[in-house]
């Protein structure tokens, strides 16, 4: 998810071929569910129950539905709309004053007030606790919260900044009870008190528990009696079982593409189907600048040159994934396809090799490309060795993959030990902007020793700036271009999302958008 010194992270797999989605989830079907719980699986793991820390896909989903955030993201919307926040606004044409006034009556699942109180301690603590795997770092122009009234609040940005209320509609902007939680260090318990429309009922290593929260007021409309979550912990094997078994509803990230065809074709007494939604999922090759191979711009010319992202969705994703030639990903506003339009769709030994005679290389390339095995999709090693492969059937390369534990491969990229690796990156808020700054602007993600001024002082900076954010796409059009030119990355695939659900469990199509907001009150059971 955002901009830190390490890549949170998971991808949520690729979504479906057209020919495997069904017609599990519609309206239709969810007239009769009647409230009933649910109970979904998930290969990954929930890193933090407090949104001062955790910055990965699984926690945001416990934030989303514990929490409120003052703007929230609707149904397949890119536009936040007021959630706890009855109205809210930039209060100057800089966009470097935003104020928002809050419902009446709010209250905590506890029956604590909540007020304006509340929503500057929130901010003031993560922004104090500044935690390493915590979402602080998305807020470096917040200069300072003031609460003129209980229902006011207005940010004092010391840079303008016109997607700021997307930053505050996602999991970063979760608002907590300040009784309940400390100042200055993050809460340890497993416990959560928010005002979302569940209640974290319980946490721990096999599930976590929720109800519904009856003092939640807002946009969502509970559709079921609570959501128990089991956890996998990567073992897809399991997660699978489980669903084949009649022990879990619902499968959410995790499962291949294999998988998925299995349980299609499996013929299961207790009939299963797949949804699949839209996503701005995507997955990079990074390159170290410094390195003294992948540093050299004709060896990465020539790895764009013969990247064969079309063989790669066909042979590794069977069709899940879309090959991706840009760094903002199609559906988000400024995208073009700048890596198609500098290195073509299909490979070329002779460019490739024109790249490296020009670096001055003549002998095969030796390469390794560093992989971590589930933490970006658990295909991601069995990509990157077909990608080894398409570098060597060239007769360029000698390249081959190491796949290291994910907690070793971030101490080995912060250390610059990688010429090359792999990163995935599931969006905080649904803006290209998301998709530049943490990589390219200042202190980036990557930790790759890329910099380039003209992006970081001036295109980034100037379209943060712009509220009309169709009024970007020049500034996003020459920033993408100077990355494909520069090459510091190369784009791989964009994902879809997907579930696989029992055919009595609806609603899915309301939580797999580009928002990545996963919306546990949308599904419901036979």
Request: hydrophobic share 35%; glycine share 8%.
């Amino acid at each position: 998810m955002n901009m830190r010194n390490q890549w949170p992270v998971l991808p949520i797999m690729a979504g479906l071929a057209s020919g495997l989605l069904t017609g599990c989830g519609t309206e239709n079907g969810a007239s009769g569910s009647g409230g009933s719980a649910v109970v979904m699986g998930m290969s990954d793991d929930v890193l933090a129950t407090d949104p001062a820390s955790g910055y990965d896909p699984g926690s945001w989903l416990l934030f989303n539905n514990v929490f409120q955030s003052l703007l929230s993201f609707p149904n397949g919307g890119t536009e936040p709309v007021p959630e706890l926040a009855e109205s809210c606004a930039f209060s100057d044409t800089r966009t470097q004053v935003y104020k928002c006034k809050l419902k009446d009556g709010l209250k905590f699942s506890n029956g604590d007030s909540l007020t304006s109180e509340d929503v500057k301690f929130s901010f003031d603590r993560m922004l104090k606790i500044n935690d390493d795997a915590g979402p602080a770092i998305m807020f470096p122009m917040l200069d300072k919260v003031e609460t003129p009234d209980e229902n006011t609040v207005v940010f004092q940005l010391n840079t303008p900044d016109a997607t700021f209320p997307s930053k505050i509609a996602s999991g970063a902007g979760s608002i907590v009870d300040h009784r309940q939680y400390d100042a200055g260090k993050l809460r340890e318990d497993g416990e959560a008190v928010g005002s979302g429309p569940y209640k974290l009922d319980s946490f721990g290593d096999s599930e976590a528990v929720f109800s519904v929260n009856e003092n939640y007021e807002g946009n969502a409309d509970v559709k079921n009696s609570g959501v128990t979550l089991k956890f996998f912990h990567g073992d897809q094997d399991k997660l699978k079982q489980a669903l084949t078994d009649d022990k879990i509803d619902i499968a959410y990230r995790g499962l291949t593409a294999s998988d998925i065809s299995d349980i299609e074709n499996a013929g299961t007494d207790a009939e299963v189907e797949v949804v699949d939604g839209t996503s701005a999922e995507v997955q990079h090759l990074v390159f170290n600048m410094d390195d003294p191979v992948t540093g050299k711009l004709g060896v990465r010319k020539a790895i764009a040159y013969l990247l064969d992202r079309d063989a790669l969705m066909a042979q590794v994703y069977q069709g899940t994934a879309t090959s991706l030639y840009s760094i903002i990903p199609a559906g988000i506003a400024g995208h073009n396809t700048a890596f198609f339009d500098t290195y073509g769709a299909r490979p070329s030994k002779a460019k490739a090799a024109a790249a490296l005679d020009a670096e001055g290389i003549t002998g095969k390339v030796k390469l390794t490309l560093w992989s971590t095995p589930t933490r970006y999709g658990p295909s991601t090693d069995q990509e990157l060795k077909a990608i080894a492969e398409q570098l060597n059937k060239s007769g360029l390369f000698d390249a081959d993959v190491e796949s290291v534990a994910y907690d070793q491969y971030e101490k080995d990229i912060a250390k610059g030990k990688y010429g090359v690796y792999v990163k995935g990156w599931v969006p905080d808020y649904p803006d290209a902007d998301n998709f530049t700054a943490p990589f390219f602007g200042k202190g980036n993600v990557l930790s790759n020793n890329y910099t380039n001024s003209m992006i970081t002082d001036t295109l980034i900076p100037r379209t943060a700036a712009q509220s009309d954010r169709s009024a970007t796409d020049d500034d996003y059009a020459r920033l993408q271009d100077t990355v494909a030119a520069e090459l510091p990355v190369l784009p791989l695939w964009q994902a879809k999302q997907y579930a696989v659900v029992r055919d009595n469990v609806y609603g899915l199509e309301y939580c797999l958008d580009a928002s990545t907001v996963f919306r546990f009150w949308e599904i419901s059971k036979g």
